[in-house]
């Protein structure tokens, strides 16, 4: 299983980033994705999760701005990030909680990351 997730860059405080993150290998079902970031001397924080039914969840920090999508039959999640902060600036990685078989264990896998850089 490998997550790939793109979509990073520079842009300017205000501006707006979309982020992708594709799942694909022997994937049975898809359970919670997540978006989590690191910033530079930080921990790895959650920044939003989406069920596999739609239900939301947002870090404090990100709510209004940032909105967590998916597609299931792409086995794909998304983050629109808008309002830009240079706080965002982050290593940004998906997450997703899935099985590959019927019988698997639920199992956290990651993609690669990818940096936000927002500049003021």
Known sequence: VQLQAS???LVQAGGSL???CAASGNI???YNMSWYRQAPGKKRELVATITRGGNTNYADSVKG???????N???TVYLQMN????EDTAVYYCNADLRTSVV???TAYWGQGTLVTVSS
């Open 7 to 9: 979509g990073g860059g």
């Open 18 to 20: 979309r982020l992708s």
């Open 28 to 30: 049975f079902s898809i």
């Open 65 to 71: 701005r940032f909105t967590i999508s998916r597609d």
């Open 73 to 75: 039959a792409k086995n």
């Open 83 to 86: 309002s830009l902060k240079p």
């Open 104 to 106: 698997s264990a639920l």
